[in-house]
């Protein structure tokens, strides 16, 4: 049975709860204290975001969305978009908590749903939270006791009812092409110094098939870098409270000025900008 809206406050306080629980392995509480946007921001998996104080405007060239507190912002595939997060007045404080659909969950989704594949539906969508609220707060109190298969039916069944409800994309595996895999491999090593041959070698291809398949792409190897170590840096500056030289030399930076360089160049903000408290 679904929770009615007036339990909103009581809900939003007990998913913000997790941001201090240690078993919260993969969830992100963000707080910012300024209003602050970024450009071309990508997400390289499905995920959704519950928005806990502020609001959040999302833009992309099909899409215009804003959302509020009590709202779920959902991500069904790998995307771009320029988004502004914002503030609460009363408080000053923006806040969401991130929840990766993880492979294993978006798996057992796709094991469990025993018809034709549904219509993938719009990239990103927004959800009331109240309408979800009972199956995620299995999730949440899954997590807070460490009982991570629990947690994972859980996120699976949520999966499923958002499938239904349009967003079939989460049941597609994704087909990466050459310049998504090359992100991948320095997203799991981003302080590495990679060089061509480095990804010739995982993949199991020439280099000159490499250079022929990029440009078919549209896409440079060193921006393939570079994207895949900033991508990198801004999840961190959302969800640590690292300091920017850490951040940066995590990200593959020896430098603090020439990271806060590339920073302004992707994305139009300064690193501090982000304000995570």
Not at 130 to 136: D, T
Not at 258 to 268: I, P, Q
Request: aromatic share 6%; with cysteine; glycine share 6%.
């Amino acid at each position: 049975m679904n929770l009615p809206a007036d339990h909103a406050t009581q809900v939003l306080a007990q998913f913000a709860s997790l941001a201090d629980c240690q078993f919260a392995n993969g969830y992100a509480c963000i707080t910012a204290r300024r209003e602050h946007g970024a450009s071309s921001v990508e997400i390289p998996q499905p995920q959704f975001a519950i928005l806990l104080q502020g609001r959040k405007q999302v833009r992309t060239a099909q899409q215009s969305l804003d959302l509020g507190p009590g709202d779920l912002f959902v991500v069904t595939r790998r995307c771009r978009f320029d988004v502004v997060n914002s503030p609460d007045p009363d408080t000053g404080r923006y806040v969401s908590a991130i929840v990766p659909f993880c492979p294993d969950v978006l798996s057992a989704a796709r094991m469990l749903w025993n018809e034709p594949l549904p219509e993938p539906g719009q990239a990103l969508a927004v959800q009331p939270l109240h309408e979800h609220a009972p199956i995620l707060l299995q999730w949440r109190q899954a997590l807070r006791e460490a009982r991570y298969s629990e947690a994972r039916s859980a996120l699976a069944t949520f999966t499923l009812t958002l499938c239904r409800r349009g967003l079939g994309g989460l049941l597609i595996p994704p087909e990466p092409g050459l310049g998504e895999r090359i992100r991948d491999l320095v997203a799991a090593q981003p302080e590495r110094d990679w060089q061509s041959r480095d990804f010739e070698q995982h993949l199991g291809i020439s280099g000159a098939t490499l250079r022929r398949r990029l440009a078919m792409e549209k896409l440079g190897l060193r921006e393939l870098v570079v994207d895949a170590r900033l991508a990198h840096a801004m999840q961190l500056l959302y969800t640590t409270r690292l300091p920017l030289k850490t951040v940066a030399s995590r990200s593959g930076y020896s430098s603090l000025a020439s990271f806060n360089k590339r920073f302004v160049d992707r994305y139009g903000m300064e690193p501090a900008d982000i304000g995570n408290d």
